[in-house]
């Protein structure tokens, strides 16, 4: 079908084009939900393995404990992803006196690290938790000699480089993009189901569709079109007898 075919459909079928995208769009604004406020702050830690530790190579002890701090620094960032840690900053968070159930501080917990960084953030709907929840994180990492064996039941060096400042974080993209998407889906569904009308209307609306069966046109009748009388209603014609 060509280009031109396509629009006549549009034309034609205008109507149920727009129906479903207006639908989708009422119902959309009518149940708009602004999106709720987060807050995050993140702290970056330079971690080490422990100083009664020492390099038992005959190899350069600096480069060891360089790369030692590597494997400690990817370590506590999958810790920090655990249940296990998430309730030891749990129970920090208690002695201070915030309420705050370990799956809460699971969920606003995330974790990285470059090389022998790590970085920690949190993540929540109030403003004063991320600062609370990352205080308490730091005092849950420096307190850590009973989660890795390989240091001998000491703790790794843990110090932070950061003071958490929790900033107002920008709604997602799929937040803002929700209702456009849905109009684009009804638009989408509209145009399919003005193609299936097309396709199933028993009308013959124009000449083309009589050629594209193979038939020729003899003649073909105009719309009438209706225009004012002056003469009470009636419509006359020239050459119309009297």
Known sequence: MELLGYFRIARRWWWLILLPALAVAAYGLATYRAPAAAYSASVRYIVGQPAGLAATTGYDPNYYRWLTSEYISSALKEW?????????????????????????????????????????????????????????????????????????????????????????????????????????????????????????????????EVEAMGLAVVGEIPASERRPTTDGGRRTTEGSKQ
């Open 80 to 208: 920090v992803r655990t249940g296990d840690f998430a309730e030891a900053v749990s129970r920090q968070l208690a002695a201070q006196g915030m309420d705050l159930p370990p799956g809460a501080v699971q969920g606003a917990l995330g974790s990285d690290n470059v090389r022998s960084v790590l970085v920690v953030f949190a993540t929540t709907g109030e403003a004063a938790q991320p600062a609370a929840i990352l205080n308490a994180a730091t005092t849950a990492l420096q307190e850590n000699a009973a989660v890795f064996p390989q240091l001998g039941g000491l703790a790794a060096e843990v110090a932070p480089l950061d003071t958490p400042a929790p900033g107002a974080v920008a709604p997602t993209l799929r937040a803002q993009l929700d209702l456009p998407l849905k109009i684009a889906i009804g638009l989408a569904l509209g145009v399919g189901l003005a193609l299936a009308a097309h396709y199933f209307d028993p009308f013959v609306r124009d000449r083309r």
